[in-house]
């Protein structure tokens, strides 16, 4: 989580939205011992990190992946 936090605060590109998103999904991952895939409920992440709308988090899901943050199917 460091590690995207400091690499985060250098990136103009991301909004508060992607870092709340990213954090969700670290919980996720967090809860399933750090292993992966973790398989997500979308209701759940935007409940999580307070992203009301769908658009907004594929939206956030694809530009996250675009830059390099996750990798997801």
């Not at 998103?21 to 292993?35: I, P, R, S, V």
């Amino acid at each position: 989580l460091s590690g995207f936090l400091m690499a985060a605060a250098d990136d103009a590109r991301l909004l508060p939205t992607h870092l709340t998103l990213y954090m969700a999904l670290f919980f996720k991952w967090d809860l399933n011992g750090n292993k992966n895939p973790v398989i997500i409920n979308r209701d759940q992440i935007m409940h999580i990190s307070k992203i009301l709308g769908r658009s907004t988090y594929q939206r956030c899901m694809k530009q996250l992946k675009a830059y390099g943050y996750i990798n997801y199917k």
